[in-house]
């Protein structure tokens, strides 16, 4: 069964600081991993979808990393702004099967 | 284009009642799911549908029903709603089951 692990569960940066969040899973025979980010009360927006096949994807400030063969996923947010405040969520997709961990909750203060 | 739609935004129960949460999207995808969201937890897959006439059970299917006769819409159903329902539920579309597209979220109360 994949379990899904993301460290911290909150983090609190200074606007401008350069950070990582951290996706660990346990089974590495994934299909792709895909990072979200989810405002209070809303929904969940895509940010970067990896496919297993690939080892990073960049969007603007964002870049995800994909380690396989360690089961571990990175999202390194470049200089930090207070709109990038929100829950960030990994998932792990295993076929037909999408497994999520729990979120790191990010606060950037002005 | 609205993307994934879900109806409705919110809803209270009383134990025992039934219901049926609606979701639907207009970008001609083969793959949706159904997720429910708990405090301090990650989304839990309830039921995936790979295309219409198939639906399979994801990590917590036991109280829900779904079906998929068109590729468009894809409800959920609560037959007997209990308290520990209580949750956000998410619906979720993608093409061959890759990049996935979330809808809004429906807020479920059961008392």
């Known amino acids: 069964k994949q379990e899904v692990t993301q460290i911290p569960a909150a983090l609190s940066v200074p606007e401008g600081e350069n950070l990582v969040l951290n996706c660990s899973f346990t089974?590495?025979?994934?299909?792709?991993l895909q990072w979200f980010r989810q405002d209070p009360g809303k929904g969940l927006t895509s940010l970067l979808l990896?496919?297993?096949?690939?080892r990073e994807q960049t969007s603007g400030r964002l870049n995800a990393s994909l380690d396989k063969s360690s089961g571990r996923s990175t999202l390194y947010i470049a200089a930090s702004q207070p709109g990038d405040s929100a829950t960030y969520l990994c998932?792990?997709?295993?076929?037909?099967?999408?497994?999520f961990g729990a979120g790191t909750r990010l606060t950037v203060k002005p | 284009n609205a993307g994934v739609t879900q109806t409705p935004k919110f809803q209270v129960l009383k134990t025992g009642q039934s219901m049926t949460l609606q979701c639907a999207q207009d970008?001609?995808?083969?793959?949706m799911s159904w997720y429910r969201q708990d405090p301090g937890m990650g989304l839990r897959l309830i039921h995936y549908?790979?295309?219409?006439?198939?639906?399979d059970q994801g990590e917590v299917p036991n109280g829900y029903n779904v079906s998929r006769s068109t590729t468009e819409d894809f409800p959920l159903r609560l037959l007997s709603a209990a308290p520990s329902q209580t949750s956000v539920y998410f619906c979720?579309?993608?093409?061959?089951?890759?990049?996935?597209?979330f809808g809004p979220g429906t807020r479920l109360t059961v008392t």
């Open positions: 979720a579309s993608s093409p061959q089951g890759d990049e996935q597209y």
């Open positions: 089974d590495s025979a994934i299909y792709n």
């Open positions: 990896i496919q297993s096949s690939q």
């Open positions: 998932a792990v997709r295993n076929n037909n099967d999408m497994r």
């Open positions: 970008m001609n995808h083969e793959y």
């Open positions: 549908s790979v295309g219409a006439g198939i639906t």
